[in-house]
Antibody
Framework: QITLKESGPTLVKPTQTLTLTCTFT??????????VAWIRQPPGKALEWLAL???????AYSPPLKSRLTITKDTSKSQVVLTMTNMDPVDTATYFC??????????????WGQGTLVTVSS | EIVLTQSPGTLPLSPGERATLSCRTS???????LAWYQQKPGQAPRLLIY???SRATGIPDRFSGSGSGTDFTLTISRLEPEDFAVYYC???????????FGQGTKLEIK
């Protein structure tokens, strides 16, 4: 069974750095074609992809947010960590991590964590 | 950057009816790069369709995807009460290695 779970602070102050951890079970991030992504959703709004790391440590970032994001993985702990610097109230959102699979050229987010709500406020 | 435009924004229908949801991309894309998700309130999204027309594991066959180029469609043949939710399309850019979601279509009970 595939599970992903996000953890981290629920409240951060403006200008602070957010660190979120995705802990997953049921798969390994060493399998070719597998990746873990972070996706967020402001209250009442649409999904926004943030970052992804794959089995060979290649990373990809949302262009508008690239300068603020870092994604890393710890394969031994089955964890992926996202850091986002200089947090602002507009970054208030539910943050999801998701497993990305690759199948005959198709890439998609096949399993998702439950999400964690992060509020940015002083 | 490829922009995904979903229509309509809200679709009021009754159980038993057929739902047709549209996702248009700002430039032509490969069908393999288009996926659809369902999201219910307070829940994470669930993968429905990948590669434009392939159903994900466990997805009922009343859900189907079609399309090519810039026009893609998610069809729910006969709505069940549990199908009322928000639906998102998502595109993978295999050149820039980025992922983009549409703004969503809310399927609501009429």
């Amino acid at each position: 069974q595939i599970t992903l779970k996000e953890s981290g602070p629920t409240l951060v102050k403006p200008t602070q750095t957010l660190t979120l951890t995705c802990t997953f079970t049921g798969f390994t991030l060493t399998t070719s074609g597998v990746g873990v992504a972070w996706i967020r959703q402001p209250p009442g709004k649409a999904l926004e992809w943030l970052a992804l790391i794959n089995s060979v440590d290649e990373t990809a970032y949302s262009p508008p947010l690239k300068s603020r994001l870092t994604i890393t993985k710890d394969t031994s702990k089955s964890q992926v960590v996202l850091t986002m610097t200089n947090m602002d109230p507009v970054d208030t959102a539910t943050y999801f991590c998701a497993r990305r699979l690759t199948n005959s050229g198709a890439k998609y987010f096949e399993s998702w964590g439950q999400g964690t709500l992060v509020t940015v406020s002083s | 950057e490829i922009v995904l435009t979903q229509s309509p924004g809200t679709l009021p229908l009754s159980p038993g009816e057929r739902a047709t949801l549209s996702c248009r991309t700002s430039q032509s894309i490969s069908s393999t790069s288009l996926a659809w998700y369902q999201q219910k309130p307070g829940q994470a999204p669930r993968l429905l369709i990948y590669a434009a027309s392939s159903r994900a594991t466990g997805i009922p066959d009343r859900f189907s995807g079609s399309g090519s180029g810039t026009d893609f469609t998610l069809t729910i043949s006969r709505l069940e009460p549990e199908d009322f939710a928000v639906y998102y399309c998502q595109q993978t850019n295999n050149v820039q290695y980025t992922y983009t979601f549409g703004q969503g279509t809310k399927l609501e009970i009429k």
